[in-house]
T-cell receptor
Framework: GAGVSQSPRYKVAKRGQDVALRCDPI?????LFWYQQALGQGPEFLTYFQNEAQLDKSGLPSDRFFAERPEGSVSTLKIQRTQQEDSAVYLC??????????FGPGTRLTVL | GENVEQHPSTLSVQEGDSAVIKCTYS??????FPWYKQELGKGPQLIID?????GEKKDQRIAVTLNKTAKHFSLHITETQPEDSAVYFC????????????FGQGTTLQVKP
């Protein structure tokens, strides 16, 4: 079956631009997670949804980062006024009620 | 805060040898410990996991051990093959709480033919 998909796969933004990253989880998966992975590092937790409810946003680095999942399926991570330190791979994962989180391929964001 | 330390950062072995990667976690409430393999340009893929009520788990050439008292867990790969070359991440979480994964820094494994 289809796994987690993310789009775009690559995004180049000029400093100060807003970007929106999309995640399509596995159908029926209740839980959705966003992680940020800097080059050569492990993924770091950003935020967590259960259905449409954002239950944990403790990992969002600043108020420029905003995530939503209005209908409990597709999620969008938005970054306003991008800065160079936002350059990273943004990973989305979904979970269907058991332990395993299934990861998408990620969106590589480069801020120039 | 919650932290997972992973060693070594790089590991090079000859094909057929064993590889061992070790992780230590700080949150004593952690109860789920997955290992992920990440290939270039791809997202992490789960290869094996262990829960806190189990000390060891094996799946073909891969095994994981957990020592809750010492708060460390290890990945063992036997009979390594070139296709095992990748970056490996350990992680810890409080499953049934938030479920968020705290990852180690990663180990780049190179298996030389």
């Amino acid at each position: 079956g289809a796994g987690v998909s993310q789009s775009p796969r690559y995004k180049v933004a000029k400093r100060g631009q807003d970007v929106a990253l999309r995640c399509d989880p596995i159908s029926g998966h209740v839980s959705l997670f966003w992680y940020q992975q800097a080059l050569g590092q492990g993924p770091e937790f950003l935020t967590y949804f259960q259905n449409e409810a954002q239950l944990d946003k403790s990992g969002l680095p600043s108020d420029r980062f905003f995530a939503e999942r209005p209908e409990g399926s597709v999620s969008t991570l938005k970054i306003q006024r991008t800065q160079q330190e936002d350059s990273a791979v943004y990973l989305c994962a979904s979970n269907g009620g058991f332990d395993e989180q299934f990861f998408g391929p990620g969106t590589r964001l480069t801020v120039l | 805060g919650e932290n997972v330390e992973q060693h070594p950062s790089t590991l090079s072995v000859q094909e057929g040898d064993s590889a061992v990667i070790k992780c230590t976690y700080s949150d004593s409430a952690s109860n789920y410990f997955p290992w992920y393999k990440q290939e270039l340009g791809k997202g992490p893929q789960l290869i094996i996991d262990i829960r806190s009520n189990v000390g060891e788990k094996k799946d073909q050439r891969i095994a994981v051990t957990l020592n809750k008292t010492a708060k460390h867990f290890s990945l063992h790969i036997t009979e390594t093959q070139p296709e095992d070359s990748a970056v490996y991440f350990c992680a810890a979480s409080r499953w049934r709480n938030t479920g968020k994964l705290i990852f180690g820094q990663g180990t780049t494994l190179q298996v030389k033919p």
